[in-house]
């Protein structure tokens, strides 16, 4: 199940529909594309609740589950993996995690402009989506914030060196760690937010790909 970024009020399936294609065929399994709803037109909680609740739908199915997500999306993907730890979620892939409203990390500051999308874009994602007077560290907008992260399902979490975004997500994935759960995790060098989905121009994303790609070939089988 696959949720596509756009810091929460942009992006929908069709801008996600190659890397969704790839990964199908890299992977060899089905992928469903969220179509969830965006902000400002729905704000928080709304995209959060669609995860979830495609994350349930899907369990319910029989199936073995893999949540991905990009950026925004995979702040979705990892909320709905905390929401559906006791189900059939086999694995929740987090690559460059838009996960912390706070935007306080160190680079946050230190790639705040000049490497692709930086520091104002993504804080215009937060404003977008997040209502007025709402807890920047309410574990539903800010899954690293979320008080038990104890069983959740194996996660592979990937980071953009030159990303705004690359501490908080490395942060999470050692939250997740200390708490006993399976965690891989990969910071790709010279890389910058987006780029998993430049796979037709540069090699270290056909690369994450392909890695990604063999995570959910051994977690689904």
Same mark, same amino acid.
């Given at each position: 199940m696959?949720?596509? $970024?756009?810091r929460?009020?942009? $992006?929908?399936?069709?801008?996600?529909?190659?890397?969704?294609?790839?990964l199908?065929?890299?992977?060899?399994?089905?992928v469903?594309?969220?179509?969830?709803? &965006?902000? %400002?037109e729905?704000r928080? %909680?709304?995209?959060?609740?669609?995860?979830?609740? #495609?994350a349930?739908? #899907?369990t319910g199915?029989?199936?073995?589950? $893999?949540?991905v997500?990009?950026s925004a999306g995979?702040?979705?993907?990892?909320g709905a993996?905390l929401?559906?730890?006791?189900?059939?979620v086999?694995?929740?892939?987090?690559?460059? !995690?838009?996960?912390?409203?706070?935007?306080?990390?160190?680079?946050?500051?230190?790639?705040a402009d000049?490497?692709g999308p930086?520091?104002?874009?993504?804080? /215009?994602?937060w404003?977008?989506? &997040? %209502?007025?007077?709402t807890?920047?560290?309410? !574990? &539903?907008?800010?899954?690293?914030?979320a /008080?038990?992260?104890?069983?959740?399902?194996?996660a592979f979490?990937?980071?953009?060196?030159?990303?705004?975004?690359?501490?908080?997500?490395?942060?999470y994935?050692?939250?997740?760690?200390?708490?006993?759960?399976?965690?891989q995790?990969? /910071?790709y %060098? $010279?890389t910058?937010?987006?780029?998993?989905?430049?796979?037709g121009?540069l090699?270290?994303?056909?690369?994450a790909l392909?890695d990604?790609a063999?995570?959910?070939?051994? /977690?689904?089988?």
């Amino acid at each position: 199940m696959y949720f596509h $970024g756009g810091r929460f009020f942009s $992006g929908d399936l069709e801008s996600h529909d190659t890397v969704c294609r790839h990964l199908a065929l890299a992977a060899g399994c089905r992928v469903v594309a969220v179509d969830y709803r &965006l902000a %400002p037109e729905h704000r928080f %909680p709304a995209a959060a609740e669609d995860a979830c609740r #495609a994350a349930q739908w #899907a369990t319910g199915q029989g199936v073995a589950l $893999g949540l991905v997500g990009d950026s925004a999306g995979a702040n979705l993907a990892a909320g709905a993996a905390l929401h559906q730890r006791a189900s059939n979620v086999r694995c929740q892939v987090l690559i460059y !995690p838009m996960i912390d409203a706070t935007c306080s990390s160190l680079s946050f500051a230190e790639y705040a402009d000049g490497y692709g999308p930086g520091a104002c874009d993504m804080k /215009r994602g937060w404003t977008e989506y &997040l %209502p007025e007077g709402t807890d920047p560290r309410d !574990p &539903l907008a800010s899954p690293r914030y979320a /008080r038990d992260v104890a069983g959740v399902a194996p996660a592979f979490v990937l980071t953009a060196e030159y990303d705004t975004l690359r501490d908080e997500g490395e942060a999470y994935a050692r939250r997740l760690m200390e708490a006993g759960n399976i965690v891989q995790v990969r /910071r790709y %060098p $010279g890389t910058i937010h987006g780029f998993f989905t430049m796979t037709g121009t540069l090699r270290v994303a056909r690369e994450a790909l392909s890695d990604v790609a063999e995570f959910l070939r051994g /977690r689904l089988r």
